[in-house]
Every structure is written in C-alpha cells, then in structure tokens.
C-alpha cells in the first residue's frame, strides 16, 4: 500500500505541509476535521511478473481528494501537491516509488454542508510492494 508514502511525502513538502499539517488522511477524514486537509484512495492495481514469479511492482492509481475553504488557497494548495508528486522517484517511508504521473481531468466543486471547496485529483504511480519476507 502506497498510503505511508503519500502521507510522509505530503506533510513534509514545503507547500502542502504548511497548509495541511499531518491532516492528510486514507479513505475518509476523522469526524470533526475541518479543512484544509486531503483524503486518499489506493486502487488495486495491476501486479506485473517476471521470469514467472511476481516482481512486486504494482502500477496503481491513487485518487486524492484535497479541500480548502478559500479558492486562492484551494489553487496553491492543488498546484503544491501535483509539484510534490508529479514524476516522484525514490524510496520514502520505506517505500520504493518507480515514478508517478498525473492523470488531467478531475472535478472540482464547492461542498455546501462542508463550506469547502473539494477538488478531486488522480495519479498514476509505479512502486515496489514489499516481498512476502519483509511483510
């Protein structure tokens, strides 16, 4: 799962970190949690072989739902996580990241019971799952 990755890369980026702090969160927002903040989702994604055996590269789609009450801070805070993220290769969290790419599109829209603006934004990321010895 690529959620470890996510949530140390994001709070330590010098544009989200500030915005969000450690409100950066899988699948849903704890209850009483205003924004800003941003929610995930991990899609299964597609497990490739090698030689016959698995090679534990899983190339995923990662769908991030970021919120903010402001729409010039909704803007910068969007922009900070596609720069954070955008082309990311290395190992983070324990995490091996191949590389990650942006896919264009995604809503955006205004939550009236929320008071926040909600812009929902998907990426594709290549990363190396943890063999069965280091689970």
């Not at 709070?11 to 704890?30: I, K």
């Not at 090698?50 to 803007?75: E, F, K, Y």
């Not at 996580?81 to 896919?103: H, K, M, N």
């Amino acid at each position: 799962m690529i959620g470890p990755f996510l949530v140390a890369r994001l709070t330590a980026d010098s544009v989200v970190g500030p915005m969000v702090g450690t409100n950066v969160f899988d699948t849903t927002a704890p209850q009483d949690v205003l924004p800003p903040f941003i929610v995930f989702e991990e899609f299964d994604g597609e497990r490739y072989e090698q030689m016959g055996s698995d090679a534990n590269i899983c190339d995923a789609r990662l769908r991030l739902h970021i919120w903010h009450t402001n729409v010039p801070d909704r803007d910068t805070l969007v922009t900070g996580v596609r720069q954070s993220l955008q082309r990311y290769s290395g190992t983070l969290a324990g995490i091996e990241v191949d590389d990650l790419f942006i896919i264009a599109g995604g809503p955006s829209f205004f939550d009236a019971t929320l008071r926040a603006y909600h812009v929902v934004r998907d990426f594709r990321v290549i990363y190396r799952e943890s063999g069965p010895e280091e689970s």
